[in-house]
């Protein structure tokens, strides 16, 4: 089942015409979602962050579209997916049909659906660069439009060079994030993540986690340009994304990291997302 506008629908029944804006141009805009024990994980800042991004693409914000309503649309989905205590939920939201690059309403529609979510972090990780094209920095690429050309082509790359994962570089080639998620090294007691301006997605874990090393006295925090020299230099590094939490790199082509301070991290971020 999958929530279309608010009606409850079979996936099968789902009518997407041949006008469709996400379809034709990438005129969405998506969240994903962790609901766990009932629980949507960091609802607000999900919200939030939704809210932000509509903003930035001129897309009519309904004015029913509070964070309740919001968060009652994703439970209702949830409540008729097969039993479990985890879910995956994305939520789409994309301009109505018509038109061509101007389109003929600002006005929206959206597609809530979900998945059961079974996910054991892998204790081998590998990465590499993904050079073939760029991620343009610029404001544009914090928020997560439908358009996911890049991550697709990484991502059969990874396959093809037995990886799991890739790190994208804009065009400055330097480091913005990983396929999937934010990503952060670590180097003695200073933790660095790419700067938003780097084009790296506005990550609700990457804020998270910047919180939590905010306030550790041993740590420091440094959001700034960082090159794939550096990440082989790095002690440690790990990704970050709304659905995994943190997972630890343990290879970069032929270096290996430790993960003592990351697992530390991420104790620190389960406790942020029970009592959250």
């Given amino acids: 089942m999958v929530n279309f506008n608010g009606t409850l629908i079979s996936d099968n029944e789902v009518q997407i015409s041949t006008k469709n804006r996400a379809f034709k141009y990438g005129d969405a805009v998506f969240e994903t979602i962790k609901v766990l024990n009932g629980k949507v994980v960091f609802v607000e800042d999900h919200y939030f962050r939704l809210m932000a991004s509509m903003r930035m693409?001129?897309?009519?914000?309904?004015?029913?579209?509070?964070?309740e309503f919001l968060q009652d649309e994703i439970l209702k989905v949830v409540k008729e997916l097969p039993k479990s205590s985890t879910y995956r939920v994305r939520l789409t939201v994309f301009r109505k049909d018509g038109g061509l690059y101007t389109p003929v309403t600002n006005e929206i529609d959206y597609i809530i659906e979900?998945?059961?979510?079974?996910?054991?972090?892998?204790?081998?990780?590998?990465?590499?660069?993904?050079?073939?094209?760029?991620?343009?920095?610029?404001?544009?690429?914090?928020?997560?439009?439908?358009n996911r050309m890049l991550n697709t082509l990484a991502a059969v790359f990874a396959e093809e060079n037995d990886l799991d994962n890739c790190i994208l570089l804009n065009e400055r080639k330097g480091v913005v994030e990983s396929i999937n998620g934010n990503i952060f090294i670590i180097k003695g007691g200073v933790i660095k993540t790419p700067a938003l301006t780097e084009g790296c997605i506005k990550g609700i874990i990457r804020k998270k986690v910047i919180e939590i090393i905010e306030k550790h006295p041993e740590y420091t925090i440094e959001e700034t340009t960082i090159s794939p020299f550096e990440i082989q230099k790095a002690d440690e590094v790990f990704i970050t994304n709304a659905i995994v939490g943190i997972q630890s790199v343990t290879n970069y082509r032929k270096k290996e990291f430790s993960t003592e301070i990351t697992n530390k991290i991420k104790s620190s971020l389960k406790l942020a997302i029970v009592t959250s």
């Fill in 114 to 146: 979900g998945t059961p979510l079974e996910y054991t972090e892998k204790e081998v990780y590998r990465m590499d660069v993904f050079k073939d094209f760029y991620n343009y920095s610029g404001l544009l690429s914090t928020i997560k439009t439908t």
């Fill in 57 to 67: 693409l001129r897309m009519k914000i309904p004015m029913e579209f509070t964070l």
